[in-house]
């Protein structure tokens, strides 16, 4: 069973930053497509950004593009994100998942297996 738990998140104002974690167990995560998703209060659950089981490949939603960073540490069995100039729609609830299918990462849908339980993130002046 793999297991992902994240971390990193917290309340912070517009034009900050943020590193969110997500911390792999169970199974080496090199074998995974990882992605992260948000859910905002009221709305569907989001891609953000996904990443290729090498950690070669990356996709970003449009509204982050330029801002966030997804990146891999396979040794580690570490996944993060970098979210810089962040802004109070970047708001909700983030959460690491993974997938055995190496396809998942280009798609980037919440079609994933594992998921961990989430850690907010509140943009707000």
């Known amino acids: 069973q793999l297991l992902l738990v994240e971390s990193g998140g917290g309340l912070v104002q517009p034009g900050d930053s943020l590193r969110l974690s997500c911390a792999a167990s169970?199974?080496?995560?090199?074998?995974?497509?990882i992605g992260w998703f948000r859910q905002a209060p009221g709305k569907e659950r989001e891609a953000v950004s996904c990443i290729s089981n090498s950690g070669y490949s990356t996709k970003y939603a449009e509204s982050v593009k330029g801002r966030f960073t997804i990146s891999r540490d396979n040794i580690k069995n570490m996944v993060y994100l970098q979210m810089n100039s962040l802004k109070p729609e970047d708001t909700g609830l983030y959460y690491c998942a993974a997938d055995a299918r190496d396809t998942r990462w280009y798609v980037c849908d919440t079609d994933f297996g594992y998921w961990g339980q989430g850690t907010q993130v509140t943009v707000s002046s």
């Open positions: 169970g199974y080496r995560v090199g074998y995974y497509s």
